[in-house]
């Protein structure tokens, strides 16, 4: 019967990295509970193991990797789809009177989605409200843009008009109103955060 010579120092290492057999693994960590100050030591190869990837040189990508890929998802590479896989429409059109307008959570403001990119998290559309409306606080989780096209429309105590941009940066508050009404369109994120 061998009987095994295990040296903390050596197999503290393989340890970190989890190379070791079960029953070496056991050994590591009897040994911890023992001596308390071998814990400080296995902190020092954690810690050195949380690096080795950071420093590394950064390796070249395969020229055949993306081809690879979609070959092993079964998959016909970009370069070799057709014109028609690769575009879902050229062109897309919708006239205003072909807008479909929907009411929206405030009384008093309808909203026509144009587009909605739910990789992105965008909605693009045109939102109309009456006189006197007000919209609730929100917090943009994403730049907002905004294209007067008629009306008025209020945001942080100035008054903006038919042809008028307004863009609200990420992270950005405000709660806009209206006094005459207004329609405008806009792109916004999907994730915006509303106060009740």
């Not at 190869?45 to 055949?64: E, G, H, L, N, R």
């Not at 007067?148 to 209020?154: A, I, P, R, S, T």
């Not at 945001?155 to 950005?172: C, L, Q, T, W």
Request: contains cysteine; glycine residues 6%.
């Amino acid at each position: 019967m061998a009987i095994e010579n295990n040296c903390f120092c050596e197999l503290v290492p393989l340890y970190v990295l989890d190379l070791l057999a079960d029953s070496k693994r056991v050994w590591v960590e009897r040994e911890i509970q023992q001596s308390p100050e071998l814990a400080e030591e296995l902190a020092y190869y954690q810690t050195a193991a949380t690096a080795i990837p950071y420093s590394a040189p950064v390796a070249p990508m395969a020229p055949d990797l993306k081809d690879r890929l979609f070959a092993r998802l079964q998959l016909a590479p970009p370069s070799q789809r057709t014109q028609s896989e690769n575009v879902e429409k050229p062109l897309t059109t919708i006239r205003f009177q072909d807008l479909e307008w929907q009411p929206y959570s405030v009384p008093g403001v309808e909203i026509a989605n144009l587009y909605i990119d739910n990789t992105k998290r965008e909605v693009t559309g045109v939102l109309r409200a009456q006189g006197g409306v007000h919209y609730p606080l929100h917090r943009h989780a994403t730049g907002e843009e905004i294209f007067m096209l008629e009306g008025d429309l209020v945001v942080d105590g100035k008054v903006y008009g038919a042809f008028d941009y307004i863009r609200s940066e990420p992270n950005s508050s405000h709660a806009p109103h209206t006094i005459g009404g207004c329609m405008f369109f806009f792109r916004t994120s999907i994730d915006d955060e509303y106060t009740t």
